[in-house]
């Protein structure tokens, strides 16, 4: 009896203090395991074509608009460069290029974002919150009407989200799951009006030139293109008080 008094309560911390990995609790979901089921086979093969560990996954995003595509971007943990592994299509876009600057003028932000949260139960099947607004939108932007809720998400319906069919969400999902499971704290996201190389640079430029909204943070946005094409290094992103941003 006297040891069984004492086990009692250890069964009771134990099972208190089980804990659970980002991808075990993810996986209580329903669409997250028809997610795993249809995916994860195509997963684990493009990682490990580049010789990526699944527990030691870092992944970065870019967006480009005119293109209507999202690179996803990957490396270990302990490697230098990022390498491309995925090239998502965006299946539809609202608005034109420029930032998103007042609630629903259904413009797809531009600019330096990370993946907020990930919905598992969302009306567009799964979903991917993006930070907006960020800290350069909340001085550039209508105050008190910046609205929110931006997702990458499924299905191909877009007021300023980025849709990119329910197929492909669950393969993005999958890869972000695995980079927060092996400890990646924040997904970068970098959205650009297009592949900001110098012609459709200097094509945007001088088509927006008398628009200093647009110029200034595409120009902040092509410093970042630049570096990472040349580095394959993600970019460090500083917000500064003026809306503008320190890129190195």
């Known amino acids: ?20 990995s980002f991808r075990e609790k993810q996986m209580n979901f329903t669409r997250v395991r028809e997610a795993y089921t249809a995916k994860e086979k195509i997963v684990d093969k493009a990682l ?3 010789s990526i560990s699944h527990n030691n996954l870092r992944i970065y995003l870019r967006a480009f608009k ?7 971007w990957a490396k270990n ?41 990930q919905n598992p139960y969302s009306k567009y099947y799964l979903s991917m919150q993006i930070n907006y607004p960020n800290a350069s939108d909340s001085i550039r932007g209508v105050h008190g009407h910046l609205g929110n809720e931006i997702f990458i998400h499924g299905s191909c319906l877009s007021s300023g989200c980025i849709p ?27 959205i650009f009006p297009a592949q900001l190389n110098d012609a459709k640079y200097a094509g945007l430029i001088s088509r927006y030139s008398k628009d200093k909204d ?6 902040d946005l092509k410093k970042s293109y630049d570096l990472f094409d ?7 992103v500083k917000f500064l008080p003026d809306g503008t941003h320190k890129v190195n």
Not at 95 to 104: L, Q
Request: hydrophobic letters at 40%; aromatic letters at 12%; one cysteine or more.
């Open 1 to 20: 009896m006297r040891l069984l008094i004492i086990l009692f309560p250890l069964f009771f911390l134990s099972s208190e203090t089980t804990s659970y």
């Open 48 to 50: 490990a074509a580049h």
């Open 66 to 72: 005119t293109e209507k595509k999202i690179e996803l």
């Open 77 to 117: 943990s302990f490697d230098s460069i990022f390498v491309l592994i995925k090239e998502f299509s965006i299946c539809d876009l609202s608005g034109s290029i420029g930032p998103k600057r007042r609630y629903r003028d259904l413009q797809v932000p531009e600019g330096f974002y990370h993946i907020a949260k």
């Open 164 to 190: 990119i069919t329910d197929d492909k969400i669950k393969e993005l999902f999958v890869y972000c799951i695995e980079a927060y499971n092996s400890g990646q704290e924040e997904i970068g996201l970098t």
């Open 214 to 219: 647009k110029i200034s943070l595409w120009a």
């Open 230 to 236: 040349q580095t394959r290094v993600q970019p460090t």
